[in-house]
């Protein structure tokens, strides 16, 4: 199965992407992680981005677009994958149709308020970049990762001022792709402001029945 996972920021995604993935042994491909890492490890890539995500806006097409073909031409994405967070904009799209066929877009629903509640509660590990939530999902000892025993940390681009970026950009670049999978047929929503195994149990149904 070859699914892109598309919605606001906040709407859980990631979370999402990485449970699912998980249960159906696919691997789960967010572009967002993959620049923090280049980021957090200062390759020439992260130098390039660093400070574009700080601010909330989109890393360029091509570069994106280049690492991406990149990352699904490896084996293990041959049968299947969740995009998480690509593509985010109509050229990404494009691209994207160029050299992949995609089963499904699962777009996930959700309104700002609950957006910028969830973001700026959220927290990341540093080690491993497992997610939590100070109020929905709080680790079992506060600062401090259930899996990997790392530091929680609040994301740059999890900062209010970033938080109203992210959104503008989303609604500006990315919303224009619900229309544009809607017209190929693969668009299926999914209410996101439900709790985590509410989504999944809505999307399974969708997708594996
Ligand atoms: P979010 O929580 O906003 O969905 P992500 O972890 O998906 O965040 O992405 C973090 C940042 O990485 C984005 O704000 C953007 O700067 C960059 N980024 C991630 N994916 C893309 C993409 N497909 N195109 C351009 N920039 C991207
Ligand atoms: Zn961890």
């Known amino acids: 199965?070859?699914?892109?996972?598309?919605?606001?920021?906040?709407?859980?995604?990631?979370?999402?992407a990485g449970l699912v993935g998980k249960q159906h042994k696919i691997?789960?491909?967010?572009?967002?992680d993959i620049f923090r890492e280049?980021?957090?490890?200062?390759?020439?890539?992260?130098?390039?981005?660093?400070?574009?995500?700080?601010?909330?806006?989109?890393?360029?097409?091509?570069?994106t677009i280049?690492?991406?073909?990149?990352?699904?031409s490896?084996?293990?994405a041959r049968k299947g994958f969740i995009l998480d967070g690509f593509?985010?904009?109509i050229p990404q799209a494009d691209a994207l149709n160029s050299f992949q066929v995609i089963n499904a877009v699962i777009n996930f629903q959700i309104n700002d308020d609950i957006v910028i509640r969830r973001l700026s509660g959220r927290r990341t590990c540093r080690s491993c970049g497992a997610i939590y939530h100070i109020e929905n999902r709080p680790p079992k000892t506060e600062g401090i990762c259930d899996n990997c025993g790392g530091e929680l940390y609040v994301r740059d681009d999890d900062r209010v001022d970033s938080i109203k970026k992210r959104i503008?950009?989303?609604?500006?670049?990315?919303?224009p792709l619900i229309q544009y999978y809607r017209e190929k047929y693969l668009l299926k929503n999914v209410d996101a402001s439900?709790?985590?195994?509410h989504s999944i149990e809505e999307m399974n149904r969708i997708l594996w029945t």
């Open 87 to 89: 593509p985010r904009t």
């Open 1 to 16: 199965m070859k699914l892109i996972f598309l919605g606001p920021p906040g709407a859980g995604k990631g979370t999402l």
């Open 66 to 72: 280049n690492l991406v073909k990149e990352r699904l």
């Open 74 to 76: 490896r084996e293990d």
């Open 168 to 175: 503008e950009v989303y609604k500006n670049q990315t919303e």
């Open 38 to 63: 280049a980021v957090k490890k200062q390759t020439e890539l992260g130098l390039k981005v660093k400070s574009i995500m700080e601010r909330g806006y989109l890393v360029p097409d091509e570069l």
């Open 194 to 197: 439900v709790s985590v195994e």
């Open 27 to 32: 691997p789960q491909i967010s572009t967002g």
